[in-house]
Every structure is written in structure tokens, then in C-alpha cells.
């Protein structure tokens, strides 16, 4: 059974980095193929790709906020971290991490997808 | 904006068949890249409805489908169901981006 969930903190001031942990199971991301992403979703608005990161290290960003996000992995502790620098209000948003997906007949897609996501943490950028 | 455009809701009565479009560019979906969909019921985690363009995970009813052609996909269901209103988004992958993923701004799906 896949799991996974996000943890950090609810409310960050104006300048400050965020950082979100995302911890998970039933899964290993030593696994060839294995990728975590991060996505996001501002109240009432639609969603938005932040991160990914794969077994091998190998880390993608949003063209659009590449210069404020670090994705990183710790395999032992089946977590994944993403940090956001310079916090603004318009990055008040819910966080998801999700699981890359794995089709069991054609393997991993070359545009992946998320099949599994936790239940997603709000954080709120105010002074 | 994204570049995957959808309408920003869709509506129908129980029993119908609703179509959800994602209109793309020759940089996204008009250059093979697949198209997922993902299901967001509200205040819910979005589920993944469809991927690989037509592919239904186990356990999607297959009152959904997804296609694909030129430069845009669709999302149909079929014998619409209270249980379907949720909020829709189609997801792929833009080379002028120099990103990995993108996803559509989603769509509101109204049952009558």
C-alpha cells in the first residue's frame, strides 16, 4: 500500500523559506524509475507543477520558480524535501507531493504522471 | 495561463455524456506528448482518472474515457453521476518550457 504524506509548517512570513517534508511508504526511491513530484493549488485556483525528483538524483523544476526551489531525497528515510525561498503571499497555496506512476505492461510514461498524492498541507504566507 | 487550455466549467444532466477538452499547441500535445487527467473531488486530493492519453488506472469506472488527436485531448464520461461534479485538469508535458510537466487550469463539472 502506497502512502504519503506532507508535513511542514502552516504559516511562514513574507522573505522566508519554506521547507516541506514529504514522507512515504510502499515504495523505495532506490527503485530504477522511481520519481516524487510536488505540486501545488492556491485556494480556488488550478493546479500547479513545482518539483520532481528521480531515483538516480535526477531533478526537475518549474521553469518559473526554478530559482527559489531545492528538491532532495534522503532514500533511507523514505523522504523527500522541497524548499521554497523568498516567501510571498501569492504562494499561499495547498502542497501535494504524488508519486510518479508506473503502468505494470508499458512501465514508466516519458510525461510522467501521479497516481498517488497525499492529502496535501496549506501553508499561509503572511506577516 | 497555462498552456493547456480547458473550459473553465462544463455541465450536464444525470445520465448524459459530458466531453472536457484540453486544447494544446505543437510544443505540448500536437508533439506526441501524452495527456493525463485527474479527478478533484471537493476539498480532496486530485485522484488520476487517465493516463497515457486513454489508460483508466484499476478501480476508474469506465464511464471515463480520455483521447487524443493533434492538439488536443478529451475527457468524456458517460451517464453522468452526482458523484461526478468535481473540478477536472488534464496534464502534459510543453518542450518550450524547458519544464517537465504542465498542467490545464481545469475544469468545473456541474451536474444538473
Given at each position: 500500500?502506497?502512502?504519503?504524506?506532507?508535513?511542514?509548517?502552516?504559516?511562514?512570513?513574507?522573505?522566508?523559506?519554506?521547507?516541506?517534508?514529504?514522507?512515504?511508504?510502499?515504495?523505495?526511491?532506490?527503485?530504477?524509475?522511481?520519481?516524487?513530484?510536488?505540486?501545488?493549488?492556491p485556494?480556488?485556483?488550478?493546479?500547479?507543477?513545482?518539483?520532481?525528483?528521480?531515483?538516480?538524483?535526477?531533478?526537475?523544476?518549474?521553469?518559473?520558480?526554478?530559482?527559489?526551489?531545492?528538491i532532495?531525497?534522503d532514500?533511507?528515510?523514505?523522504?523527500?524535501?522541497?524548499?521554497?525561498?523568498?516567501m510571498?503571499?501569492?504562494?499561499?497555496?495547498?502542497?501535494?507531493?504524488?508519486?510518479?506512476?508506473?503502468?505494470i505492461?508499458?512501465?514508466?510514461?516519458?510525461?510522467?504522471?501521479?497516481?498517488y498524492?497525499?492529502?496535501?498541507?496549506?501553508?499561509?504566507?503572511?506577516? | 495561463q497555462s498552456?493547456?487550455?480547458?473550459?473553465?466549467?462544463?455541465?450536464g444532466?444525470?445520465?448524459?455524456?459530458?466531453?472536457?477538452?484540453?486544447?494544446?499547441?505543437?510544443?505540448?500535445?500536437?508533439?506526441?506528448?501524452?495527456?493525463?487527467?485527474?479527478?478533484?473531488?471537493?476539498?480532496?486530493?486530485?485522484?488520476?482518472?487517465?493516463?497515457?492519453?486513454?489508460?483508466?488506472?484499476?478501480?476508474?469506472?469506465?464511464?471515463?474515457?480520455?483521447?487524443?488527436?493533434?492538439?488536443?485531448?478529451?475527457?468524456?464520461?458517460?451517464?453522468?453521476?452526482?458523484?461526478?461534479?468535481?473540478?477536472?485538469?488534464?496534464?502534459?508535458?510543453?518542450?518550450?518550457?524547458?519544464?517537465?510537466?504542465?498542467?490545464?487550469?481545469?475544469?468545473?463539472?456541474?451536474?444538473?
Amino acid at each position: 500500500q502506497i502512502t504519503l504524506k506532507e508535513s511542514g509548517p502552516t504559516l511562514v512570513k513574507p522573505t522566508q523559506t519554506l521547507t516541506l517534508t514529504c514522507t512515504f511508504s510502499g515504495f523505495s526511491l532506490s527503485t530504477s524509475g522511481v520519481g516524487v513530484g510536488w505540486i501545488r493549488q492556491p485556494p480556488g485556483k488550478a493546479l500547479e507543477w513545482l518539483a520532481l525528483i528521480y531515483w538516480d538524483d535526477d531533478k526537475r523544476y518549474s521553469p518559473s520558480l526554478k530559482s527559489r526551489l531545492t528538491i532532495t531525497k534522503d532514500t533511507s528515510k523514505n523522504q523527500v524535501v522541497l524548499t521554497m525561498t523568498n516567501m510571498d503571499p501569492v504562494d499561499t497555496a495547498t502542497y501535494y507531493c504524488a508519486s510518479r506512476g508506473y503502468d505494470i505492461l508499458t512501465g514508466y510514461y516519458r510525461v510522467p504522471y501521479f497516481d498517488y498524492w497525499g492529502q496535501g498541507t496549506l501553508v499561509t504566507v503572511s506577516s | 495561463q497555462s498552456v493547456l487550455t480547458q473550459p473553465p466549467s462544463v455541465s450536464g444532466a444525470p445520465g448524459q455524456r459530458v466531453t472536457i477538452s484540453c486544447t494544446g499547441s505543437s510544443s505540448n500535445i500536437g508533439a506526441g506528448y501524452d495527456v493525463h487527467w485527474y479527478q478533484q473531488l471537493p476539498g480532496t486530493a486530485p485522484k488520476l482518472l487517465i493516463y497515457g492519453n486513454s489508460n483508466r488506472p484499476s478501480g476508474v469506472p469506465d464511464r471515463f474515457s480520455g483521447s487524443k488527436s493533434g492538439t488536443s485531448a478529451s475527457l468524456a464520461i458517460t451517464g453522468l453521476q452526482a458523484e461526478d461534479e468535481a473540478d477536472y485538469y488534464c496534464q502534459s508535458y510543453d518542450s518550450s518550457l524547458s519544464g517537465h510537466a504542465v498542467f490545464g487550469g481545469g475544469t468545473q463539472l456541474t451536474v444538473l
